[in-house]
């Protein structure tokens, strides 16, 4: 199973709205509406925020939305703040034989 | 509170082997699958196994199949990862993830995850 393709860094301004995309294929995020994102600061452990395409956690700010189209994923962050800066994986379910795929990772800068 | 505390890290040789655990509190462990996700240094996260609430479904990464075994014993809230014929290659960070209520999306949807224990194999 192949991992999922991200982009390996991303950059944006405070304020500014960015889009991270995450491309799989018709084995993974093109059938199932199954996709997650994860937040992950360094030093620490992966944060879920969001599931199932375009679902938050409770807890989790509004400014992240999750949304789909074909075999590619997406997480936009509006209003982007300093703290914003850090890893995103996003992950999509793939089947009944490996049952989960990861994306390599988006390092995300907040200039 | 969800609390799930990852342990049993550490060096060892090449072919050697090794078992993480996971200790597990603050909900219904045997309600939910639990997982291991590992993260080599400075890379990304990697899916390794997955098992179901009682424990009779297995599901394997192609990379460890064979070498590594996920068990779990709902009695103790514990979560298991037996590793054998270790390489370098295996070498991380491994998390124990809560997998998210439900059937599939507990196999990918992680919303708890343990602090992580470093394995390191290396001659």
């Known amino acids: 199973q192949s991992a999922l393709t991200q982009p390996a860094s991303m950059s944006g301004s405070p304020g500014q709205s960015i889009t991270l995309p995450c491309t799989g294929s018709s084995s993974d995020v093109g059938t199932y509406n199954l996709v997650a994102w994860y937040q992950q600061h360094p030093g620490e452990v992966p944060k879920l925020i969001i599931y199932e395409v375009n679902k938050r956690p409770s807890g989790v700010s509004s400014r992240f939305s999750g949304s789909k189209s074909g075999s590619t994923a997406s997480l936009t962050i509006s209003g982007l703040q300093a703290e914003d800066e850090a890893d995103y994986y996003c992950?999509?379910?793939?089947?009944?034989?490996?049952?989960?795929?990861f994306g390599g990772g988006t390092k995300l800068t907040v200039l | 509170e969800v609390q799930l505390v990852d342990s049993g890290g550490g060096l060892v040789q090449p072919g050697g082997s090794l078992r993480v655990s996971c200790a597990a509190s603050?909900?219904?462990?045997?309600?939910?699958?639990m997982t291991w996700v590992r993260q080599a240094p400075g890379k990304g996260l990697e899916w390794v196994a997955g098992i179901s609430d009682g424990g009779g479904g297995t599901k394997y990464a192609d990379s460890v199949k064979g070498r590594f075994t996920i068990s779990r014993d709902n009695s103790q809230n514990t979560l298991h990862l037996q590793m054998n014929s270790l390489r370098a290659e295996d070498t991380a960070v491994y998390y124990c993830a809560k997998g998210w209520i439900g059937y599939p999306s507990g196999w990918c949807h992680f919303d708890s995850w343990g602090q992580g224990i470093l394995v390191t194999v290396s001659s």
């Open positions: 992950s999509s379910y793939a089947g009944s034989g490996t049952p989960c795929v």
């Open positions: 603050g909900f219904g462990f045997s309600q939910y699958a």
